[in-house]
């Protein structure tokens, strides 16, 4: 199985600052065939599901706002967000889909600094 | 408006059984891979099962191999999962969601989620 690890597991960032967070697979999750990372990022606030932001690690689903962002490539992505809002404090993952089982990241909790 | 919404989640002694179902609203079940997927305090976010669009395919974590099976009602345009031989490591919120339909194939990620139903093994 792909194991993704996220970090750090929690961060503290100020309204209107930047917040990164790290992905790392333990194999490559780009097809070579069609170039593509299957590598997904979601959003989860409290007592509600995960929500889809980003897919193929950096394609906004529809909706999101472009403060968020994707990046990376293989073994190692990155989720920005550019300016941090107070609706943006939750926990997101990470995930790979490029072979079952998939797997999701322990989780990266963001707070307000 | 797209949704699911799941049911049937409860409390179950060990070696019990459940049967989870999520009804599906605004699409077409049949039209997507479909997946069963749990998180737990401890062990997080888990792909638990999923189910080709023809039900030609099914695909399950080794953990519920032999244990749960997923199934689906095209009539009822509703998702399965019939729980047997549970255990209390199976503790967990349980969600049906949606394959993202993308060239390529992208149905391991998820763009549509229920609400979760819980799930607790316990004596």
């Known amino acids: 199985d792909i194991v993704m690890t996220q970090s750090p597991e929690s961060l503290a960032v100020s309204l209107g600052e930047r917040a990164t967070i790290n992905c790392k697979s333990s194999q490559s999750v780009l097809y070579r065939s069609n170039n593509k990372n299957y590598l997904a990022w979601y959003q989860q606030k409290p007592g509600q599901p995960p929500n889809l932001l980003i897919y193929?690690?950096?394609t906004r689903e529809s909706g999101v706002p472009d403060r968020f962002s994707g990046s990376g490539s293989g073994t190692d992505f990155t989720l920005t967000i550019s300016s941090l809002q107070a609706e943006d404090v939750a926990v997101y993952f990470c995930q790979q889909y490029y072979g079952a089982p998939y797997t999701f990241g322990q989780g990266t909790k963001l707070e307000i600094k | 408006e797209v949704q699911l919404v799941e049911s049937g989640g409860g409390l179950v002694q060990p070696g019990g059984s459940l049967r989870l179902s999520c009804a599906a609203s605004?699409?077409?079940?049949?039209?997507?891979?479909m997946s069963w997927v749990r998180q737990s305090p401890g062990k997080g976010l888990e792909w638990v099962a999923n189910?080709?669009?023809?039900?030609?395919?099914?695909h399950y974590v080794d953990s519920v191999k032999g244990r749960f099976t997923i199934s689906r009602d095209d009539a009822k345009n509703s998702l399965y999962l019939q729980m047997n031989s549970l255990r209390g490591e199976d503790t967990a919120v349980y969600y049906c969601a949606r394959g993202l339909e993308q060239v390529p194939p992208a149905y391991g990620a998820f763009d549509i989620w229920g609400q979760g139903t819980r799930v607790t093994v316990s004596s």
């Open positions: 189910m080709k669009q023809d039900g030609s395919e099914k």
């Open positions: 193929w690690a950096s």
């Open positions: 605004g699409f077409t079940v049949y039209n997507y891979w």
